[in-house]
T-cell receptor, first 115, second 110 residues
Framework: KAGVTQTPRYLIKTRGQQVTLSCSPI?????VSWYQQTPGQGLQFLFEYFSETQRNKGNFPGRFSGRQFSNSRSEMNVSTLELGDSALYLC??????????????FGPGTRLTVL | GENVEQHPSTLSVQEGDSAVIKCTYSDSASNYFPWYKQELGKGPQLIIDIRSNVGEKKDQRIAVTLNKTAKHFSLHITETQPEDSAVYFC?????????FGGGTRLMVKP
């Protein structure tokens, strides 16, 4: 079974621009979560989507948004980029059964650099 | 989750020795405790996980223990090998949202 895939793998943007990252979960998985990883703040939860609905949200500004499509693929968008948004953005997928915390499998990440 | 503290931040061992990494958490609602291994340029890879109704779980050279009363859990790696060198993260979860510890860089010297 193919793992979680993320595109693109690397991205360079300038301040003020916006960016869209894509994630394809493991086949059959219905939940997609996004995390930001930086040297200073570590791994931080951004949001989780299940059945095309945002189910959980972390403590990030509204510039960070996401969506999920009917095939469970997900995109996240960051608008008005700031230097501090430079990070590795990780996507994780899980089967999800109700409210139980399911095993999450991570993709390789998208490395975003904001200049 | 609220906060997860992980210690030590770096750990250097000789090949064949054991390595222990400890985490404490504060959220009483946490019911799921995974451990991830992250190698350079890759995403975190799940190595073992434990749920709150279990005190200990083992998978070959890797074991995890959980003490819900004290709110801490630990990762034990026995007979370490150079390929175990990586950054290890503990996490706690409730409602399919993970809160991660700060990570431990494990170096196994041949």
């Amino acid at each position: 079974k193919a793992g979680v895939t993320q595109t693109p793998r690397y991205l360079i943007k300038t301040r003020g621009q916006q960016v869209t990252l894509s994630c394809s979960p493991i086949s059959g998985h219905r939940s997609v979560s996004w995390y930001q990883q930086t040297p200073g703040q570590g791994l931080q939860f951004l949001f989780e989507y299940f059945s095309e609905t945002q189910r959980n949200k972390g403590n990030f500004p509204g510039r960070f948004s996401g969506r999920q499509f009917s095939n469970s693929r997900s995109e996240m968008n960051v608008s008005t980029l700031e230097l501090g948004d430079s990070a590795l953005y990780l996507c994780a997928s899980s089967l999800t059964r109700g409210d139980r915390t399911d095993t999450q499998y991570f993709g390789p990440g998208t490395r975003l650099t904001v200049l | 989750g609220e906060n997860v503290e992980q210690h030590p931040s770096t750990l250097s061992v000789q090949e064949g020795d054991s390595a222990v990494i400890k985490c404490t958490y504060s959220d009483s609602a946490s019911n799921y405790f995974p451990w991830y291994k992250q190698e350079l340029g890759k995403g975190p890879q799940l190595i073992i996980d434990i749920r709150s109704n279990v005190g200990e779980k083992k998978d070959q050279r890797i074991a995890v223990t959980l003490n819900k009363t004290a709110k801490h859990f630990s990762l034990h790696i026995t007979e370490t090998q150079p390929e175990d060198s990586a950054v290890y993260f503990c996490a706690e979860g409730a409602g399919n949202m993970l809160t991660f510890g700060g990570g431990t860089r494990l170096m196994v010297k041949p």
